[in-house]
């Protein structure tokens, strides 16, 4: 007998959390190949992912974790309280957290290899804490939520993940936004293969 189908909202949530994963496993993998042979940083391509990390989860993946799914758990399952604060917690920092990386990231280009070793220290610090937050909510709070959530939430919570299309995440046949395929062109580019594109590291 065939499982029944997870609900769109978890199916969009691993999804992201997988391409958003594969990017921050990588990215540092990637400056310390480039440190390593001497190759210039294409600050162009790392732009571009910070800039995605802002543009999706930051604005769009995590506001309706913390508005629209964590609230209904909360009220059914007081003991992920402390877990739910946790990861709120997270969701507000997340932005300027963004933000000094942007900001590292732009002092390294225009101030030369005498930042660079911030921005890596900073970038190894970011993608650490991310990469557990996103296992925190694997681990902790999705299987609670499939066990716990009928289906009017469901349909609600799946009506509204199901309205944004992160481009990195091609999923129920849907084309990536026009608007956004120049940015996931050169992600992928820069990502080496299996994660992307370009030449593997």
């Not at 909202?9 to 496993?25: C, F, G, K």
């Not at 716990?148 to 091609?170: M, N, R, T």
Request: aromatic share 8%.
């Amino acid at each position: 007998m065939n499982a029944a189908p997870l609900p769109l909202t978890l199916r969009v949530i691993r999804a992201e959390h997988d391409a958003l994963a594969a990017m921050l496993r990588t990215l540092p993998l990637l400056l310390h190949e480039q440190r390593r042979t001497g190759t210039p940083p294409d600050f162009a391509a790392l732009r571009a992912m910070l800039f995605y990390v802002d543009e999706f989860p930051e604005r769009l993946h995590h506001p309706k974790e913390s508005e629209l799914l964590f609230p209904r758990l909360r009220a059914l399952a007081p003991g992920l309280r402390h877990v739910l604060d946790l990861l709120d917690a997270d969701h507000a920092q997340g932005e300027r957290a963004i933000r000094e990386l942007q900001h590292s990231l732009l002092a390294w280009e225009q101030m030369g290899e005498p930042r660079r070793e911030k921005f890596e220290q900073q970038l190894g610090v970011y993608c650490s804490r991310y990469l557990g937050h996103m296992r925190r909510e694997e681990v902790d709070v999705l299987p609670q939520a499939l066990k716990l959530l009928g289906p009017k939430d469901w349909a609600e919570l799946d009506e509204a993940f199901g309205a944004h299309q992160d481009p990195l995440v091609l999923w129920d046949g849907r084309a990536v936004d026009a608007a956004y395929a120049p940015l996931r062109e050169r992600i992928l580019a820069a990502l080496p293969v299996p994660f992307g594109w370009g030449a593997a590291a």
